[in-house]
């Protein structure tokens, strides 16, 4: 009897033990909700994935191309990719027109856009300001300028037009060259015949110089100094040496006549849409991106320079006296252009 007592308790104990053991099963871990959205969030992309198409008119394997490729390694790499930017040279969405690059701009089919001063003029001819002779009498003078009031003033004018400006970037020095003599005085520039590009500014300041000028597409120049149509022509050395100008051309002259420079926008209601990190780093990576094609347009114009010695191409730069001589003759641009450039634009280069 008390062997079956003894077995009863022991029974007994036996399934208590696994009632207690079940009884500590772990229940499934409660979701914490707030946690969960947290790294949500942080998984999601900070900026909305877009891509910019820029246009500009130089070709591919110049500095033009170079600072829209910059820029858009620039934002790629602040935006974590979320922006990508094409590259499209030589005006090719707009079959080589320049004007309807900048147009595209301005009705927000091409998101951003470089072109020269001298084409923007087309749209308002007071951005021909920058053209004017002896404007600017060192790269140095270029930079202290544009990078302040002046810059400010004309970049005013770029945004009037629904434009929101990045930076402004360089053509450079417009250089002649020619196939008859050395220009080193305005007498020697008297009678040559000079393609000009069309601009009346330009076309004034060469005429008070005393050449022969005429205006014709880019595209027939080369032929035209071959055949002896045109003496000579003018544009920044790296343009002039892409369109393998020294050899037709004898003589350069190198000088700081007339500038060029590259207004690098944005359309303006795209730049607006922006939110205000983004639109910070678009106006920073604009303007590193302006200053880098800068600078390498100062090297390929030293560059050019020294392959064209070697080529046998007389250099001739202008003494003292002779550039002040050019400055006076062609002195009346700003008298007559005064109405159209504004005088408050002329003095915000000039005082």
């Not at 009863?8 to 979701?31: D, F, N």
């Not at 003029?121 to 002046?150: I, M, T, W, Y």
């Not at 970037?169 to 000079?194: C, Q, W, Y």
Request: glycine share 8%.
């Amino acid at each position: 009897m008390k062997k079956f007592l003894a077995l009863i308790l022991a029974l007994v104990m036996a399934l208590s033990l696994v009632a207690c053991g079940g009884s500590k099963t772990e229940e499934p871990a409660k979701t914490d909700g707030s946690t969960q959205t947290e790294q949500t969030s942080e998984s999601e992309p900070k900026f909305e994935k877009q891509t910019w198409k820029f246009a500009c008119s130089a070709t591919e394997n110049t500095c033009w191309a170079d600072m829209g490729r910059d820029f858009g390694q620039m934002v790629s790499d602040a935006t974590d990719g979320a922006i990508t930017v094409e590259v499209y040279a030589a005006d090719q969405l707009t079959a080589g027109v320049q004007t309807e690059g900048i147009q595209g701009v301005i009705d927000g089919t091409i998101e951003l856009s470089a072109h020269s001063n001298i084409i923007y003029s087309g749209f308002d001819a007071r951005l021909n300001v920058v053209s004017l002779p002896f404007l600017f009498d060192s790269f140095e003078d270029v930079d202290a300028k544009l990078d302040g009031d002046a810059g400010k003033a004309v970049g005013e004018v770029v945004e009037s037009m629904g434009l929101h400006l990045l930076g402004i970037a360089e053509n450079g020095f417009r250089h002649p060259t020619n196939s008859v003599r050395p220009i080193e005085s305005v007498a020697d520039m008297k009678g040559l015949k000079i393609r000009v590009a069309g601009s009346e500014l330009l076309n004034r300041e060469y005429d008070l110089w005393g050449a022969n000028w005429t205006n014709a597409n880019w595209s027939e120049v080369y032929t035209g100094l071959q055949t002896g149509t045109y003496d000579g022509q003018e544009n920044p050395l790296p343009t002039a040496d892409g369109a393998s100008i020294a050899e037709v051309q004898k003589y350069v002259t190198y000088w700081t006549g007339v500038y060029d420079c590259i207004f690098f926008t944005m359309n303006g209601e795209l730049y607006d849409s922006l939110d205000p990190e983004l639109q910070a780093i678009v106006d920073e990576c604009g303007q590193k991106a302006a200053q880098n094609q800068r600078k390498l347009e100062r090297e390929g114009d030293q560059e050019v320079l020294a392959k064209w010695k070697d080529a046998g191409v007389t250099v001739s730069e202008l003494t003292p006296e002779a550039a002040a001589e050019f400055k006076e003759v062609a002195q009346p641009c700003y008298e007559e252009f005064a109405d159209v450039l504004t005088p408050e634009l002329i003095a915000a280069f000039t005082d």
